[in-house]
């Protein structure tokens, strides 16, 4: 199922400027703060020395780009992360996207390499891999589209059949080609499954309420449905409490 959005409420859902979570995510873990700071650091030095070539009439342009490079470890997650939102606020069209969970299967992903060196004096080559939970959402329509996700506790909860919800954005005004997807909430389990979070997520929730109240036909408290006969050619099976825990623990 799919309903257009209009675009206040669009905006409403993705706004200009970064959220808090979005924030948080692009505040990013002790190594991404100190690349921050540095770069403030090099930038200060920068400034105070392109300084001394402008004598006194540049001593306000001075001081401005020594505040705003002297705290970029500050404002860089919000500048970042506006930019993401600002790449999915140039799609003129948009839409509230209602499907199921088709499947879902974990995989082990390289995030990055790392270089040491071990007792022997030797040059090794370290693989730093991320378990993620690969989740396929679709309609009947035949729309299928898959989110990869860093697995957490509570997506053992999720299974195929679940009502899954999102925003979808498109150039088209008809909606009939899908460029880009946001994150996917569970409605059954109040769950958001996400890596960005792109989403006024009270928002959207409100507007989930709003359009069930109104299309309570489609929406209301309907069973489980069948899972979908659109699968993948060797379609996975959820893995079993047993096996999920061993990811976590």
């Not at 059949?161 to 569970?186: C, E, F, H, P, W």
């Given at each position: 199922m799919m309903i257009p959005l209009t675009r206040k409420k669009f905006e409403d859902l993705i706004p200009l400027i970064a959220t808090g979570a979005q924030y948080v995510y692009y505040w990013g873990k002790l190594p991404d703060f100190l690349r921050r700071l540095l770069f403030s650091v090099v930038g200060v030095v920068l400034v105070l020395w392109l300084g001394s070539f402008l004598g006194e009439g540049g001593s306000l342009l001075r001081f401005v780009l020594g505040i705003t490079t002297g705290f970029y470890w500050l404002w860089g997650p919000v500048l970042w992360a506006s930019l993401r939102n600002a790449e999915c606020r140039k799609f003129q069209y948009s839409g509230f996207w209602q499907g199921r969970v088709l499947d879902m299967y974990i995989t082990e992903e390289l995030i990055g390499k790392e270089e040491t060196v071990n007792k022997r004096g030797e040059l090794v080559i370290v693989e730093n891999r991320e378990r993620r939970l690969n989740l396929q959402v679709g309609d009947e329509s035949g729309f299928t589209d898959t989110i990869q996700?860093?697995?957490?506790?509570?997506?053992?909860?999720?299974?195929?059949?679940?009502?899954?919800?999102?925003?979808?954005?498109?150039?088209?005004?008809?909606?009939?080609?899908?460029?880009?997807?946001?994150?996917?909430?569970?409605?059954?389990?109040?769950?958001?499954?996400?890596?960005?979070?792109?989403?006024?997520?009270?928002?959207?929730?409100?507007?989930?309420?709003?359009?069930?109240?109104?299309?309570?036909?489609?929406?209301?408290?309907?069973?489980?449905?069948?899972?979908?006969?659109?699968?993948?050619?060797q379609p996975r099976r959820k893995p079993s409490n047993a096996e999920m825990e061993d990811y976590w623990t």
């Amino acid at each position: 199922m799919m309903i257009p959005l209009t675009r206040k409420k669009f905006e409403d859902l993705i706004p200009l400027i970064a959220t808090g979570a979005q924030y948080v995510y692009y505040w990013g873990k002790l190594p991404d703060f100190l690349r921050r700071l540095l770069f403030s650091v090099v930038g200060v030095v920068l400034v105070l020395w392109l300084g001394s070539f402008l004598g006194e009439g540049g001593s306000l342009l001075r001081f401005v780009l020594g505040i705003t490079t002297g705290f970029y470890w500050l404002w860089g997650p919000v500048l970042w992360a506006s930019l993401r939102n600002a790449e999915c606020r140039k799609f003129q069209y948009s839409g509230f996207w209602q499907g199921r969970v088709l499947d879902m299967y974990i995989t082990e992903e390289l995030i990055g390499k790392e270089e040491t060196v071990n007792k022997r004096g030797e040059l090794v080559i370290v693989e730093n891999r991320e378990r993620r939970l690969n989740l396929q959402v679709g309609d009947e329509s035949g729309f299928t589209d898959t989110i990869q996700v860093p697995l957490k506790r509570n997506h053992q909860a999720i299974a195929p059949g679940d009502i899954a919800q999102m925003v979808v954005m498109s150039y088209r005004g008809d909606l009939g080609k899908i460029a880009k997807t946001t994150d996917i909430y569970i409605l059954s389990h109040d769950l958001w499954v996400s890596d960005y979070p792109y989403l006024q997520r009270d928002v959207f929730v409100d507007v989930s309420r709003q359009l069930k109240s109104r299309t309570r036909d489609k929406f209301g408290d309907e069973p489980r449905a069948k899972r979908p006969s659109r699968q993948r050619q060797q379609p996975r099976r959820k893995p079993s409490n047993a096996e999920m825990e061993d990811y976590w623990t």
